[in-house]
């Protein structure tokens, strides 16, 4: 089992930048793929982005693509997310997941208890 921990969430107004972090520990000698998913109020949990092992390949939702960016440190254990030009709709709480490069939550072993992300208009 691999714990994750989110930080780096927060208020933003639109248009700003936030990081996201993800510290992973546990079974982590694996490097296992990992996507950040995000929950708004109300709605069900979507797909934000994936990385596979070694982080040569990434899969983004068109929601977000050309905007964030999904990266990895396997040195230190760490997932990040880049986001920019953020949006109002943006706004939820996020996530990350290990297991598998993949859109479905389903596929995710482990899960990270999220982190805020709030974008004002």
């Known amino acids: 089992q691999v714990q994750l921990v989110e930080s780096g969430g927060g208020l933003v107004q639109a248009g700003g930048s936030l990081r996201l972090s993800c510290a992973a520990s546990?079974?982590?000698?694996?490097?296992?793929?990992m996507g950040w998913f995000r929950q708004a109020p109300g709605k069900e949990r979507e797909f934000v982005a994936t990385?596979?092992?070694?982080?040569?390949?990434?899969y983004y939702a068109d929601s977000v693509k050309a905007r964030f960016a999904i990266s990895r440190d396997n040195a230190k254990n760490t997932l990040y997310l880049q986001m920019n030009s953020l949006k109002p709709e943006d706004t939820a709480v996020y996530y990350c997941?290990?297991?598998?490069?993949?859109?479905?939550?389903?596929?995710?072993?482990?899960w990270g208890q999220g982190t805020q992300v709030t974008v004002s208009s």
């Open positions: 990385i596979s092992k070694l982080g040569g390949r990434t």
């Open positions: 997941a290990a297991g598998a490069y993949s859109g479905r939550p389903t596929d995710y072993n482990d």
């Open positions: 546990g079974r982590t000698f694996s490097n296992p793929a």
